[in-house]
């Protein structure tokens, strides 16, 4: 897990404050992932950057605001949340290939368990 | 629709009999296949993968498991369970197609107990 590290590990927040999640992955990857954990639901792909564009954005409210300023890092900007987006959220990297490989394996950080009052 | 079927929320077994986690799938094309193993508390860490080749494939820590296509299968073993391997395992598919797609189709998740 250390390829992948996400801070922080906990967060407890009320919904109207504004808080942010960031990703860093030391694998040398060109591609990063937001999941959404939640009980007894499939993972949520929430986002995909790739060569620090976003290729992806499965209908994600926009009070999850994404932002990949270079290859190595993932932030996830929360501002008005919900309670139902408690969840743990997971951030993940991969290496494509040049032609946009659909074999590339992701690699996951310990994720960020989020709690919203 | 592509989709992902873990057909056990849990399975039970005693330690250093041989397990089994089941998935099967549903896509258009040819899958690649991903088994992912979550401890309490922490991320995925990735177990193994069928891309094409032999219908066995070998992963981490003992695991391997068995592409069947006829049957859409691509069932998790491990010959002789540890207490250790105690955590929640997740199959995911994603079929091949043209273009720049990543997205990974997840199942719900199985539940391995290994007892002492």
């Known amino acids: 897990e250390t390829g992948v590290t996400q801070t922080p590990r906990h967060l407890v927040m009320g919904m109207t404050n504004k808080k942010s999640l960031k990703c860093e992955q030391h694998?040398?990857?060109?591609?990063m992932y937001w999941y959404k954990q939640s009980a007894k639901k499939p993972l949520e792909l929430m986002f995909v950057?790739?060569?620090?564009?976003?290729?992806e954005n499965n209908s994600v409210p926009s009070r999850f605001s994404p932002e990949c300023p270079n290859s190595s890092h993932l932030f996830l900007h929360l501002h008005t949340l919900q309670p139902e987006d408690s969840a743990l959220y997971l951030c993940?990297?991969?290496?494509?290939?040049?032609?946009?490989?659909?074999?590339?394996?992701?690699?996951f950080g310990p994720g960020t368990r989020l709690t919203v009052l | 629709a592509q989709s992902v079927a873990q057909p056990e929320d849990q399975v039970n077994v005693a330690e250093g009999n041989p397990l089994t986690v089941k998935c099967t799938y549903s896509?258009?094309?040819?899958?690649?296949l991903f088994w992912y193993v979550q401890y309490p508390n922490r991320g995925l860490q990735f177990l193994l993968k069928?891309?094409?080749?032999d219908n066995l494939v070998k992963g981490s820590y003992g695991f391997e498991a068995e592409f069947n296509k006829s049957q859409t299968s691509f069932h998790l073993k491990k010959p002789s369970a540890l207490v250790s391997d105690s955590a929640l395992y997740f199959c995911?598919?994603?079929?091949?197609?043209?273009?720049?797609?990543?997205?990974?189709?997840w199942g719900l998740g199985t539940s391995l107990a290994v007892n002492p």
């Open positions: 995911a598919v994603r079929a091949f197609n043209a273009g720049n797609n990543r997205k990974l189709i």
């Open positions: 993940a990297s991969s290496q494509a290939g040049t032609s946009g490989s659909s074999t590339d394996t992701q690699y």
């Open positions: 069928y891309i094409t080749g």
């Open positions: 950057y790739s060569l620090e564009e976003r290729v």
């Open positions: 694998l040398g990857h060109n591609a």
């Open positions: 896509v258009s094309g040819n899958p690649y």
